[in-house]
């Protein structure tokens, strides 16, 4: 399965756009990504998820371009409550194969 | 009325000893996960249950025996627990096999220390 990396950290402002991009050279066809937000001493909770192209949902959108080597994780206008850790999951259709991301620690300041 | 539960939230123990962990999800879920996460914050799939019968199985040391009664539990036994087993466990469940595409609901963790 598609070794899955993320930027560690980024830091942000209230208000501001923030694009969290994940990288899986190794992807397979089959294939499809999913994004985690995990708070504190939390579970990681589902954001959205997408197979390719664009995935809009009320709280993100997901940006997957034609080679599927990547995948952005798009927040609009984060507030406080955005900081969390943010984590794509590879996993693999019509198997039972997957893989998070390392996970990116976001901080939102006001 | 949660949806994922684990049992304890955090357990403190001696290298040597033998733990379990409990996992219950009353989503009416087919499939659960056994997760660790490192104090790096990676997240590592460990074990996962379809109805009772295990479907994956990582790379683990064998002291790691999960267990699922009925679909609505798994739990977690640990024996000759080491120091490197101090981690975070989440137990997660989805209504089908990751392989359908399907949503994981993750539980608040086990927070296991090992001094």
């Known amino acids: 399965l598609a070794k899955t990396t993320q930027p560690i950290s980024m830091d942000s402002y209230e208000g501001q756009e923030v694009n969290i991009t994940c990288s899986h050279n190794n992807i397979a066809t089959n294939d499809y990504i999913t994004w985690y937000q995990q708070f504190p001493s939390q579970g990681p909770r589902f954001i959205i998820q997408?197979?390719?192209t664009k995935v809009t949902n009320e709280v993100a959108s997901l940006f997957i371009p034609a080679d599927r080597k990547s995948s952005t994780l798009s927040l609009p206008r984060v507030s406080l409550s955005d900081t969390a850790v943010y984590y794509c999951?590879?996993?693999?259709?019509?198997?039972?194969?997957?893989?998070f991301g390392t996970g990116t620690r976001l901080q939102v300041f006001p | 009325d949660t949806a994922v539960s684990q049992t304890p939230k955090y357990l403190v123990t001696q290298m040597g000893n033998d733990k379990s962990i409990k996992c219950e999800q009353n989503l009416g879920h087919d499939t659960m996960y056994w997760y660790k996460q490192d104090s790096k914050k990676f997240l590592k799939i460990m074990f996962s249950?379809?109805?009772?019968?295990?479907?994956i199985n990582e790379t683990v040391p064998n002291r790691f025996s999960p267990k699922s009664p009925d679909k609505a539990h798994l739990n977690l036994h640990i024996n000759s627990l080491e120091l490197g087993d101090s981690a975070v466990y989440f137990c997660?469940?989805?209504?089908?096999?990751?392989?359908?595409?399907?949503?994981?609901?993750f539980g608040p963790g086990t927070r296991l220390l090992v001094l």
């Open positions: 997408g197979y390719k």
């Open positions: 999951l590879v996993a693999r259709v019509n198997t039972d194969k997957l893989i």
């Open positions: 249950y379809n109805n009772k019968e295990l479907i």
């Open positions: 997660a469940s989805s209504r089908f096999r990751a392989r359908e595409q399907e949503t994981q609901y």
